[in-house]
Protein backbone atom coordinates (compact mmCIF):
# COMPACT_ATOMS: atom_id res chain seq x y z
CA UNK A 1 0.00 0.00 0.00
CA UNK A 2 2.60 2.79 1.21
CA UNK A 3 4.54 1.55 -2.23
CA UNK A 4 1.80 2.28 -4.29
CA UNK A 5 1.46 5.57 -2.72
CA UNK A 6 4.62 6.49 -3.03
CA UNK A 7 5.01 4.65 -7.01
CA UNK A 8 1.95 7.14 -7.75
CA UNK A 9 4.46 9.93 -6.59
CA UNK A 10 7.60 9.31 -8.73
CA UNK A 11 8.70 9.29 -12.02
CA UNK A 12 10.50 6.85 -12.77
CA UNK A 13 13.58 6.15 -14.93
CA UNK A 14 14.51 4.18 -17.90
CA UNK A 15 18.27 4.45 -18.57
CA UNK A 16 20.50 3.29 -21.55
CA UNK A 17 24.08 3.41 -19.76
CA UNK A 18 25.94 2.96 -22.77
CA UNK A 19 29.58 2.92 -23.81
CA UNK A 20 29.55 5.79 -26.09
CA UNK A 21 26.30 7.66 -25.02
CA UNK A 22 23.77 7.57 -21.99
CA UNK A 23 20.09 8.33 -22.70
CA UNK A 24 18.00 8.89 -19.87
CA UNK A 25 13.95 8.52 -20.42
CA UNK A 26 11.22 9.60 -18.11
CA UNK A 27 8.14 7.70 -17.92
CA UNK A 28 5.51 9.62 -19.34
CA UNK A 29 7.69 12.42 -21.04
CA UNK A 30 10.09 10.55 -23.21
CA UNK A 31 13.59 11.02 -23.73
CA UNK A 32 15.03 13.76 -21.65
CA UNK A 33 18.95 13.60 -21.63
CA UNK A 34 21.13 12.43 -24.23
CA UNK A 35 24.36 12.97 -23.61
CA UNK A 36 27.95 11.33 -24.39
CA UNK A 37 28.85 8.64 -21.79
CA UNK A 38 32.17 11.14 -20.56
CA UNK A 39 32.84 13.10 -17.58
CA UNK A 40 35.60 15.74 -17.15
CA UNK A 41 37.34 15.98 -13.77
CA UNK A 42 39.36 18.67 -12.44
CA UNK A 43 42.31 17.61 -9.75
CA UNK A 44 42.98 20.18 -7.23
CA UNK A 45 46.05 20.75 -5.62
CA UNK A 46 45.03 18.30 -2.60
CA UNK A 47 45.19 15.57 -5.51
CA UNK A 48 41.11 16.05 -4.98
CA UNK A 49 38.86 15.42 -7.74
CA UNK A 50 35.56 17.78 -8.74
CA UNK A 51 33.50 17.08 -11.75
CA UNK A 52 34.10 19.84 -14.26
CA UNK A 53 31.82 18.52 -16.95
CA UNK A 54 29.34 15.42 -17.98
CA UNK A 55 28.21 14.65 -21.63
CA UNK A 56 28.58 16.58 -24.57
CA UNK A 57 30.46 19.58 -22.58
CA UNK A 58 32.90 16.39 -21.37
CA UNK A 59 33.52 15.05 -24.70
CA UNK A 60 34.27 18.18 -26.08
CA UNK A 61 37.48 18.65 -24.06
CA UNK A 62 38.82 14.89 -24.84
CA UNK A 63 42.13 15.12 -26.00
CA UNK A 64 41.87 18.85 -25.66
CA UNK A 65 42.71 18.88 -21.79
CA UNK A 66 45.75 20.35 -19.49
CA UNK A 67 47.40 18.80 -17.01
CA UNK A 68 44.95 18.93 -14.38
CA UNK A 69 42.24 18.43 -15.64
CA UNK A 70 40.87 14.59 -17.27
CA UNK A 71 38.37 13.84 -19.67
CA UNK A 72 37.27 10.05 -18.80
CA UNK A 73 34.95 8.21 -20.47
CA UNK A 74 34.48 5.20 -17.64
CA UNK A 75 33.30 2.32 -19.75
CA UNK A 76 35.07 1.05 -22.01
CA UNK A 77 34.84 -2.27 -24.62
CA UNK A 78 31.21 -2.59 -22.80
CA UNK A 79 33.11 -2.87 -19.73
CA UNK A 80 32.93 -0.58 -16.62
CA UNK A 81 36.90 0.86 -16.94
CA UNK A 82 36.47 3.19 -14.03
CA UNK A 83 33.56 2.28 -11.14
CA UNK A 84 33.94 5.56 -9.22
CA UNK A 85 33.41 7.89 -12.31
CA UNK A 86 30.84 5.31 -13.54
CA UNK A 87 29.08 5.82 -10.43
CA UNK A 88 29.53 9.68 -10.51
CA UNK A 89 28.11 9.86 -13.92
CA UNK A 90 25.56 7.70 -13.06
CA UNK A 91 24.22 9.53 -9.95
CA UNK A 92 24.68 13.34 -12.34
CA UNK A 93 22.30 11.72 -14.98
CA UNK A 94 19.79 10.65 -12.29
CA UNK A 95 19.88 13.96 -10.48
CA UNK A 96 19.83 16.01 -13.85
CA UNK A 97 16.81 13.86 -14.63
CA UNK A 98 15.44 14.52 -10.97
CA UNK A 99 15.51 18.71 -11.52
CA UNK A 100 13.37 18.51 -14.38
CA UNK A 101 10.62 17.54 -12.72
CA UNK A 102 9.86 16.98 -8.82
CA UNK A 103 10.12 13.15 -7.88
CA UNK A 104 10.65 11.13 -5.34
CA UNK A 105 12.14 7.36 -5.07
CA UNK A 106 12.02 6.43 -8.62
CA UNK A 107 12.43 2.96 -9.85
CA UNK A 108 14.85 2.79 -12.55
CA UNK A 109 15.59 0.21 -15.08
CA UNK A 110 18.86 -0.01 -16.68
CA UNK A 111 20.18 -1.33 -20.14
CA UNK A 112 23.77 -2.43 -19.77
CA UNK A 113 25.76 -4.10 -22.10
CA UNK A 114 25.30 -7.86 -22.39
CA UNK A 115 28.73 -8.98 -21.08
CA UNK A 116 28.86 -7.04 -17.76
CA UNK A 117 30.18 -9.53 -14.89
CA UNK A 118 28.28 -9.59 -12.17
CA UNK A 119 30.47 -7.25 -9.89
CA UNK A 120 29.34 -4.26 -12.47
CA UNK A 121 26.18 -4.77 -12.51
CA UNK A 122 25.88 -4.80 -8.77
CA UNK A 123 28.23 -1.20 -9.00
CA UNK A 124 25.29 -0.29 -11.60
CA UNK A 125 22.27 -1.09 -9.32
CA UNK A 126 24.17 0.59 -6.28
CA UNK A 127 25.17 3.92 -7.97
CA UNK A 128 21.42 3.78 -8.77
CA UNK A 129 20.25 3.03 -5.36
CA UNK A 130 23.00 5.93 -3.89
CA UNK A 131 21.08 8.38 -6.61
CA UNK A 132 18.05 7.68 -4.52
CA UNK A 133 16.18 5.00 -6.36
CA UNK A 134 13.65 2.96 -5.02
CA UNK A 135 14.15 -0.16 -7.06
CA UNK A 136 16.78 -0.75 -9.64
CA UNK A 137 15.88 -3.41 -12.88
CA UNK A 138 18.53 -4.13 -15.19
CA UNK A 139 17.85 -5.38 -18.85
CA UNK A 140 19.87 -6.62 -21.10
CA UNK A 141 20.89 -4.80 -24.46
CA UNK A 142 19.71 -7.14 -27.47
CA UNK A 143 16.51 -7.83 -25.81
CA UNK A 144 15.87 -3.45 -25.29
CA UNK A 145 17.32 -3.42 -28.37
CA UNK A 146 14.51 -5.70 -29.92
CA UNK A 147 11.85 -4.00 -28.17
CA UNK A 148 13.13 -0.68 -29.33
CA UNK A 149 13.31 -1.74 -32.83
CA UNK A 150 9.40 -2.75 -32.74
CA UNK A 151 9.76 -6.37 -32.75
CA UNK A 152 6.90 -8.57 -32.04
CA UNK A 153 9.39 -10.20 -29.11
CA UNK A 154 6.46 -12.31 -26.90
CA UNK A 155 5.48 -14.12 -30.17
CA UNK A 156 6.41 -17.28 -30.55
CA UNK A 157 8.57 -16.59 -33.60
CA UNK A 158 12.21 -15.29 -33.84
CA UNK A 159 13.87 -12.10 -34.51
CA UNK A 160 17.16 -11.01 -34.73
CA UNK A 161 19.18 -8.00 -33.72
CA UNK A 162 22.40 -6.59 -34.07
CA UNK A 163 23.47 -3.72 -31.83
CA UNK A 164 26.16 -1.91 -32.89
CA UNK A 165 27.29 0.51 -30.25
CA UNK A 166 30.55 2.35 -29.48
CA UNK A 167 31.90 -0.12 -27.66
CA UNK A 168 30.41 -3.79 -28.30
CA UNK A 169 28.12 -5.01 -30.96
CA UNK A 170 25.41 -7.78 -29.89
CA UNK A 171 24.19 -9.95 -31.58
CA UNK A 172 20.49 -11.49 -30.04
CA UNK A 173 18.21 -13.92 -30.86
CA UNK A 174 14.57 -13.50 -29.40
CA UNK A 175 11.46 -15.78 -29.37
CA UNK A 176 8.55 -15.71 -27.03
CA UNK A 177 10.03 -12.73 -24.72
CA UNK A 178 13.54 -14.19 -24.07
CA UNK A 179 16.81 -14.11 -25.48
CA UNK A 180 17.23 -18.18 -26.93
CA UNK A 181 20.63 -17.31 -28.58
CA UNK A 182 23.12 -14.35 -28.27
CA UNK A 183 26.77 -13.15 -28.78
CA UNK A 184 28.68 -9.99 -27.93
CA UNK A 185 31.89 -8.89 -28.98
CA UNK A 186 33.98 -5.96 -28.38
CA UNK A 187 34.28 -4.80 -31.55
CA UNK A 188 31.63 -1.71 -32.24
CA UNK A 189 32.16 2.24 -33.17
CA UNK A 190 35.38 2.51 -30.80
CA UNK A 191 37.68 0.17 -32.60
CA UNK A 192 36.02 1.68 -35.89
CA UNK A 193 37.31 4.29 -35.20
CA UNK A 194 40.24 3.27 -34.16
CA UNK A 195 41.38 1.56 -37.38
CA UNK A 196 40.56 4.80 -39.52
CA UNK A 197 43.34 6.58 -36.81
CA UNK A 198 45.67 3.88 -37.82
CA UNK A 199 44.78 3.58 -41.53
CA UNK A 200 45.37 7.37 -41.77
CA UNK A 201 48.80 6.70 -40.12
CA UNK A 202 50.35 4.42 -42.02
CA UNK A 203 48.66 5.52 -45.50
CA UNK A 204 49.12 9.18 -44.99
CA UNK A 205 51.79 9.88 -42.02
CA UNK A 206 49.37 11.70 -40.77
CA UNK A 207 48.41 11.71 -37.03
CA UNK A 208 44.92 11.93 -35.82
CA UNK A 209 43.03 11.49 -32.69
CA UNK A 210 40.27 9.03 -32.52
CA UNK A 211 37.56 11.87 -32.56
CA UNK A 212 39.00 13.27 -35.59
CA UNK A 213 38.48 9.32 -37.07
CA UNK A 214 35.17 9.57 -35.44
CA UNK A 215 34.27 12.61 -37.27
CA UNK A 216 35.44 11.13 -40.73
CA UNK A 217 33.68 7.78 -40.37
CA UNK A 218 30.46 9.98 -39.46
CA UNK A 219 30.82 12.01 -42.89
CA UNK A 220 32.35 9.84 -45.50
CA UNK A 221 32.52 6.49 -44.04
CA UNK A 222 30.53 3.64 -45.69
CA UNK A 223 30.86 -0.04 -45.99
CA UNK A 224 29.66 -0.24 -49.17
CA UNK A 225 30.49 0.54 -52.50
CA UNK A 226 28.69 4.27 -53.45
CA UNK A 227 27.57 5.52 -57.22
CA UNK A 228 29.50 8.22 -55.93
CA UNK A 229 32.50 8.12 -53.25
CA UNK A 230 32.98 11.28 -51.08
CA UNK A 231 35.71 13.45 -50.25
CA UNK A 232 37.06 14.97 -47.15
CA UNK A 233 40.06 16.84 -46.00
CA UNK A 234 41.62 15.73 -42.97
CA UNK A 235 44.33 17.96 -40.87
CA UNK A 236 46.63 16.45 -38.41
CA UNK A 237 50.36 16.33 -37.30
CA UNK A 238 53.02 14.69 -40.14
CA UNK A 239 54.40 11.82 -38.46
CA UNK A 240 57.72 12.54 -40.09
CA UNK A 241 58.22 16.42 -40.77
CA UNK A 242 56.51 17.10 -37.16
CA UNK A 243 54.71 19.68 -39.45
CA UNK A 244 50.91 20.47 -39.24
CA UNK A 245 49.23 19.70 -42.31
CA UNK A 246 46.16 18.50 -43.98
CA UNK A 247 45.54 15.66 -46.76
CA UNK A 248 42.06 14.77 -48.83
CA UNK A 249 40.47 11.59 -47.61
CA UNK A 250 37.65 9.86 -49.71
CA UNK A 251 35.43 7.13 -48.92
CA UNK A 252 37.26 4.63 -50.06
CA UNK A 253 39.81 4.95 -47.90
CA UNK A 254 37.63 4.46 -44.77
CA UNK A 255 36.16 1.80 -46.25
CA UNK A 256 39.61 0.03 -46.45
CA UNK A 257 40.25 1.76 -43.20
CA UNK A 258 37.51 -0.34 -41.32
CA UNK A 259 37.43 -3.33 -43.42
CA UNK A 260 38.79 -5.37 -40.34
CA UNK A 261 36.37 -4.63 -37.82
CA UNK A 262 33.25 -4.68 -40.27
CA UNK A 263 34.81 -8.91 -40.92
CA UNK A 264 34.55 -9.42 -37.34
CA UNK A 265 30.98 -8.13 -37.53
CA UNK A 266 30.53 -9.62 -39.85
CA UNK A 267 31.75 -13.36 -38.63
CA UNK A 268 30.31 -13.20 -35.25
CA UNK A 269 26.13 -12.17 -37.12
CA UNK A 270 27.77 -15.51 -39.30
CA UNK A 271 28.84 -17.56 -35.83
CA UNK A 272 25.34 -16.87 -34.22
CA UNK A 273 23.51 -17.78 -37.94
CA UNK A 274 25.13 -21.46 -37.61
CA UNK A 275 24.00 -22.17 -34.56
CA UNK A 276 20.61 -21.22 -34.83
CA UNK A 277 18.05 -23.75 -34.14
CA UNK A 278 16.47 -25.14 -37.12
CA UNK A 279 12.86 -23.83 -35.89
CA UNK A 280 13.68 -20.82 -35.79
CA UNK A 281 16.14 -20.42 -39.12
CA UNK A 282 12.35 -20.01 -40.99
CA UNK A 283 11.45 -17.20 -38.79
CA UNK A 284 15.22 -15.46 -39.69
CA UNK A 285 15.10 -15.92 -43.16
CA UNK A 286 11.19 -14.32 -43.38
CA UNK A 287 11.76 -11.35 -41.10
CA UNK A 288 15.04 -10.46 -41.46
CA UNK A 289 18.20 -8.91 -39.88
CA UNK A 290 17.40 -5.61 -37.79
CA UNK A 291 20.67 -3.62 -37.39
CA UNK A 292 20.28 -1.10 -34.49
CA UNK A 293 23.04 1.55 -32.30
CA UNK A 294 24.87 3.89 -33.66
CA UNK A 295 27.60 1.76 -35.37
CA UNK A 296 23.66 1.04 -37.53
CA UNK A 297 24.44 4.68 -39.56
CA UNK A 298 27.06 3.58 -41.18
CA UNK A 299 26.20 3.90 -44.81
CA UNK A 300 26.08 0.71 -46.47
CA UNK A 301 26.59 -1.70 -43.60
CA UNK A 302 22.96 -2.96 -44.08
CA UNK A 303 24.20 -4.02 -47.50
CA UNK A 304 27.56 -5.12 -46.67
CA UNK A 305 25.73 -7.69 -44.26
CA UNK A 306 23.29 -8.56 -46.48
CA UNK A 307 25.57 -9.42 -49.31
CA UNK A 308 27.96 -11.57 -46.57
CA UNK A 309 24.80 -13.52 -45.09
CA UNK A 310 22.61 -13.80 -48.09
CA UNK A 311 19.52 -12.38 -45.37
CA UNK A 312 17.44 -9.31 -45.89
CA UNK A 313 19.09 -6.38 -43.28
CA UNK A 314 17.18 -3.68 -42.71
CA UNK A 315 17.92 -0.32 -40.50
CA UNK A 316 16.22 0.29 -37.53
CA UNK A 317 13.97 3.94 -37.60
CA UNK A 318 16.42 6.10 -35.33
CA UNK A 319 19.29 2.88 -34.22
CA UNK A 320 20.68 5.62 -31.86
CA UNK A 321 17.36 5.60 -29.62
CA UNK A 322 16.01 2.13 -30.46
CA UNK A 323 18.12 1.05 -27.09
CA UNK A 324 16.73 3.67 -24.95
CA UNK A 325 12.91 3.14 -26.13
CA UNK A 326 13.11 -0.44 -25.61
CA UNK A 327 14.15 0.24 -22.20
CA UNK A 328 11.01 3.18 -21.82
CA UNK A 329 9.00 0.60 -22.89
CA UNK A 330 9.75 -2.10 -20.60
CA UNK A 331 9.33 0.37 -18.15
CA UNK A 332 6.04 0.96 -19.11
CA UNK A 333 5.11 -2.99 -18.61
CA UNK A 334 7.63 -2.98 -15.61
CA UNK A 335 4.55 -5.01 -13.56
CA UNK A 336 4.34 -7.32 -16.25
CA UNK A 337 7.42 -7.97 -17.37
CA UNK A 338 8.81 -8.17 -13.52
CA UNK A 339 9.29 -12.31 -13.52
CA UNK A 340 10.93 -12.74 -17.01
CA UNK A 341 13.19 -9.74 -18.12
CA UNK A 342 14.55 -8.61 -15.39
CA UNK A 343 17.23 -9.75 -12.92
CA UNK A 344 16.98 -8.45 -9.63
N1 LIG B 1 25.98 8.66 -38.50
C1 LIG B 1 26.80 7.76 -37.97
N2 LIG B 1 27.54 6.95 -38.76
C2 LIG B 1 28.36 6.03 -38.23
N3 LIG B 1 28.54 5.83 -36.92
C3 LIG B 1 27.83 6.62 -36.08
C4 LIG B 1 26.93 7.60 -36.54
N4 LIG B 1 26.38 8.23 -35.47
C5 LIG B 1 26.92 7.65 -34.38
N5 LIG B 1 27.79 6.68 -34.74
C6 LIG B 1 28.62 5.84 -33.86
O1 LIG B 1 27.79 5.09 -33.02
C7 LIG B 1 28.49 4.78 -31.81
C8 LIG B 1 27.61 5.07 -30.62
O2 LIG B 1 26.45 4.30 -30.74
P1 LIG B 1 25.52 4.03 -29.48
O3 LIG B 1 25.09 5.31 -28.85
O4 LIG B 1 24.48 3.09 -29.93
O5 LIG B 1 26.57 3.30 -28.52
P2 LIG B 1 26.42 2.97 -26.97
O6 LIG B 1 25.06 2.45 -26.72
O7 LIG B 1 26.85 4.13 -26.16
O8 LIG B 1 27.52 1.82 -26.82
P3 LIG B 1 27.37 0.31 -26.29
O9 LIG B 1 26.02 -0.16 -26.69
O10 LIG B 1 28.49 -0.41 -26.97
O11 LIG B 1 27.58 0.40 -24.82
C9 LIG B 1 29.75 5.64 -31.81
O12 LIG B 1 30.86 4.84 -32.11
C10 LIG B 1 29.48 6.65 -32.92
O13 LIG B 1 30.67 7.06 -33.55
MG1 LIG C 1 24.17 0.72 -26.62
Given at each position: ?F???????????????????????????????????????????????????????????????P????A??????????????????????????H?????F?????????????????K???????N????????????????????????????????????G??????????????????????????????????????????????????????????????L??I???RD??????????I???????????????????????????????????????????????????????????????????????????????????????????A???
Amino acid sequence: MFKNILGAFSSDLAIDLGTANTLVLVKGQGISINEPSVVAIQYDKHGQEHILAVGQEAKDMVGKTPGNIKAIRPMKDGVIADFHVTEMMIRYFIEKAHKRKSFFSPRIIICVPYGLTQVERKAVKESAMNAGARYVYLIEEPMAAAIGAGLPIREPNGNLVVDIGGGTTEIGVISLGGLVLSKSIRVAGDKIDASITDYIKKRFNLLVGDRVSEELKIKIGTASQLPEELRTIVKGRDQVEGMLTSVEISSEDIREAIKEPLKEIGEALKSVLEKMPPDLAGDIVENGIVLTGGGALIRGLDKYLSDLVKLPVYVAEDPLLAVAKGTGRALDEIDLLQQTAFED
